[in-house]
């Protein structure tokens, strides 16, 4: 028997790409690519009994059409294949009075489960207690304190609850302390609850799987191994050296399960820092040609440090060609200015303007009190002139 994990696909995240000709927005295309490579491989083994899919499949509490119907499509896929879906809600999922899935809870799909409550439900013969994202306002909590205790309690009450059924796996959508926190921080729309490891490890489940923390990472539970399978795609461009993937879990009903990690190929992302005095710092003529060894249709972001002289210098024109050249999908350049210091702060405009022109004098241009004295009677003759009054 074996069972596919995937979590946080995210899709309908709308960054490092564009809306090509179709109308659709290149990452979602590539999630829904990833979701389709996963899907295909799935069939194609033919051994797989049940996908889980550990939240977050939309990024927005309203995924629009098209983005519905091109997850509708993949799960369909499977379905059709025989292989049963189970999908837990998402804190991207959930929200105000229905959830990304309500419409399938609704029509009651065939072999697919939607979990909104924490529950035991079986699949296949196998029982998962399911964890998902509850929101604080549909469970009538006030704090993330009470949410992370009823998380706790209802983990604790699993233990008893599976008495006489066979339940190997725990999961859920939400994070524990310790959990290095990868681009979801940015993309949690509320606080965090965390679920202490002793909770979600300390129960006699074969193995813990959980969604909502990006980066692929696992834990050890007393003897049970807590894993987060990491977002199917790379969501933010901190996860640029993250393996994405998904696990594989084979073994059978009252056996032993192992648990395996399969990559899912994403686009390159990759930070390229230039030091611009080397390159540019030399006369035009021998400037060198900008070049870039990258993948076509990787992801890049281009710092370039230079000094304060050689600024003018830098070509970012050339840049961006060289980006075109090698086909970057998306791209940004940044320069930094090496001990370029910003006055603009000094120079608020709680300042009046002779206050400001004796600053600049005194401060940015360093003039002696004769040469200020004289700017400043220039000056006030010319503001008056100007009617700007001082
Ligand atoms: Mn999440």
Redesign the pocket.
């Known amino acids: 028997m074996k069972i596919l994990w995937l979590a946080?696909p995210h899709v309908g995240i709308k960054r490092y790409g564009h809306i090509d000709s179709s109308g659709i927005h290149t990452r979602v295309l590539d999630t829904i690519k990833a979701i389709e490579t996963v899907v295909t491989s799935a069939i194609v083994w033919g051994d797989i009994d049940t996908v889980v899919i550990l939240?977050?499949v939309f990024t927005y509490r309203n995924p629009t059409n098209i983005e519905r119907k091109l997850v509708a499509e993949q799960i369909q896929r499977l379905i059709s294949a025989g292989i049963q879906v189970l999908i837990i809600v998402?804190?991207?999922d959930v929200g105000g009075l229905s959830n990304n899935f309500s419409q399938y809870e609704h029509l009651k799909v065939e072999n697919l489960q939607i979990v909104v409550k924490p529950e035991i439900v079986e699949v296949n013969g196998v029982g998962f207690a399911c964890l998902p994202?509850l929101n604080k306002q549909d469970w009538g909590c006030n704090s993330n304190a009470e949410v992370e205790q009823l998380l706790a309690q209802k983990a604790m009450d699993f233990r008893k609850e599976k008495e006489g059924k066979y339940v190997p796996f725990l999961i859920g959508?939400f994070s524990i302390p310790g959990a290095v926190i990868g681009s979801?921080k940015q993309?949690?729309m509320g606080g965090e609850e965390l679920v202490p490891l002793s909770v979600v490890g300390g129960g006699d489940f074969e193995a813990c799987f959980l969604?909502?923390i990006h980066k692929k990472q696992s834990f050890k539970g007393g003897n049970t191994p807590v894993m987060y399978v990491g977002s199917l795609v790379k969501c933010d461009f901190n996860e640029r050296t993250d393996v994405k993937g998904v696990v594989v879990s084979e073994g059978e009903i009252g056996g032993k399960w192992k648990h395996k990690f399969l990559e899912i190929p994403d686009r390159d992302f990759v930070l390229v820092k230039m030091d611009a005095q080397r390159l540019w710092s030399l006369p035009s003529e021998d400037k060198p040609k900008v070049m870039f060894d990258l993948k076509p249709g990787s992801v890049v972001k281009v710092e370039v440090t230079v000094k304060k002289e050689d600024k003018a210098l830098v070509d970012v024109k050339a840049i961006r060609q060289a980006l075109i050249d090698c086909q970057a999908h998306w791209s940004e350049i940044t320069v930094n200015v090496v001990g370029e210091i910003d006055r603009t702060q000094e120079f608020s405009s709680s300042l009046s303007d002779l206050d400001m022109l004796k600053k600049f004098e005194v401060d940015v241009r360093k003039c002696s009190p004769q040469v200020v004295d004289k700017v400043l009677q220039e000056g006030k003759k010319i503001l008056e002139e100007c009617n700007v009054g001082v």
């Open positions: 946080d939240g977050d998402g804190n991207h994202w959508h979801e993309f949690c969604g909502h």
